[in-house]
């Protein structure tokens, strides 16, 4: 079956370190790739999407994930965390045509003073 | 202002009575969907809709309805709740059913079954 796996369900960084949240995908044919965040409290946000033009995308509030057919992986990064990005972060992938995103279980951001 | 509304935002309800949850979008949005978010397993989809009458059922479908009367409104309808439907739902919207369309999340309804 199709499936999207995101490695950890928190991850923890102090602030100002390196951010990289994990997302794999199962799918022979690439496919659509989606980062969502979720604030606390709230619904969820785009922060960026692979749609088959560039291999590194770039999304909101400096966040950037790159699409890596080979590894079947579009990880989330971010050079510098700030205390802003503790939330929850989503990771899905349309990979056919039946109307329907998969998501992953999502990855919890914890920041550290 | 662009927005997807759900109503309430918070429900705290016993098993069987009937109950509804409304959503509302006003970006003239054709692909409307709802989600039920649980811990440690994402978000699933319950029901989604194309258009206006066209709706189709999600993976997770038992126990609830859907109705699209009209283009904006897409309504979640749980006929005899039970207290494994307690969970926090999500409406969402998008241009199209398109496989690169950006979906537009409602702030959610947490629900609860006792």
């Known amino acids: 079956a199709q499936s999207v796996t995101q490695l950890g369900s928190h991850v923890s960084v102090s602030e100002g370190a390196l951010v990289l949240l994990r997302c794999n995908y199962s799918?022979?044919?690439?496919?659509?790739l989606f980062w969502y965040v979720q604030y606390p409290n709230q619904g969820l946000q785009l922060l960026l999407k692979?749609?088959?033009?560039a291999t590194l995308v770039k999304g909101i509030n400096g966040f950037e994930a790159e699409f890596k057919k080979s590894e079947t992986s579009f990880h989330l990064t971010k050079p510098s965390a700030h205390m802003s990005d503790a939330a929850e972060y989503f990771c899905?992938?349309?990979?056919?045509?039946?109307?329907?995103?998969?998501w992953g279980a999502g990855t919890k951001l914890i920041i550290k003073p | 202002e662009a927005q997807v509304t759900q109503n309430p935002r918070y429900l705290i309800t016993v098993t069987g009575k009937k109950l509804t949850v409304t959503c509302s979008q006003n970006?003239?949005?054709?692909?409307m969907s709802w989600y039920r978010q649980d811990p440690g397993l994402g978000l699933r989809q319950i029901y989604y809709?194309?258009?206006?009458?066209?709706?189709d059922k999600g993976d997770v479908p038992e126990g609830y309805k859907v109705s699209r009367k009209e283009k904006r409104n897409f309504p979640l309808i749980l006929e005899s709740p039970s207290p494994n439907q307690t969970s926090l739902y999500f409406c969402?919207?998008?241009?199209?059913?398109?496989?690169?369309?950006?979906?537009?999340f409602g702030p959610g309804t947490r629900l609860t079954v006792l």
């Open positions: 809709s194309m258009n206006v009458e066209v709706t």
């Open positions: 692979y749609t088959s033009a």
């Open positions: 969402a919207s998008s241009l199209g059913g398109g496989s690169t369309d950006t979906q537009y």
């Open positions: 970006m003239n949005h054709e692909y």
């Open positions: 799918s022979s044919v690439p496919p659509y």
């Open positions: 899905a992938a349309y990979m056919d045509s039946n109307y329907q995103l998969i």
